[in-house]
């Protein structure tokens, strides 16, 4: 969506946009809905009550921010990649590497590191969400879905296998 959307809107605007619908919605929930849910977990449970900044499940949310963010600023400087979508094949064979980098970065990342920035986990970062996020930007930059709409049977039948 980041392709079009910036092409449509324009970098200034496009930057905006997602500042007040991402950043909008995780500041809301980090900053009033998640500790007024802590506040009232705590009360109810029996705890200290406190009110604290509480990050929780819209983690995600901010570092989607982030990648749109460094998205917009390298669009504006590097040129677009045009790419026919991969074969089947390549896609597949593209998904046991980054299977591997993943058991790898899992593995290889220390403990304290694992929740850096908030995130969850970076072996989910840096094996799986930054290589789909560039890979749906190259896709939708080149109109990979009209490819998929246009396959043969076998391929389609083949990728919902996968």
Known sequence: FCPKSMDRKGFRRFVQDKLVR?????????????????????AYGGYPVSYDFYVGP????????????????????????????????????????????????????????QFLGNVIGWAYVIGLYIPFFTAGIIAGRNDWMKSVEEMETWCVWMLRTI
């Open 22 to 42: 991402l950043g909008g919605g995780f500041l809301l929930y980090s900053l009033l809905l998640g500790p007024i849910m802590n506040v009232f977990c705590c």
């Open 58 to 113: 819209p983690w995600f949310i901010l570092w989607l921010l982030n990648f749109t963010l460094i998205y917009a600023v390298i669009a504006q400087f590097a040129a677009p990649v045009k790419m026919n979508m991969p074969h089947p094949v390549i896609l597949l064979l593209f998904g046991a590497f980054l299977s591997a980098a993943f058991y790898g970065v899992a593995v290889g990342v220390p403990q304290e590191w």
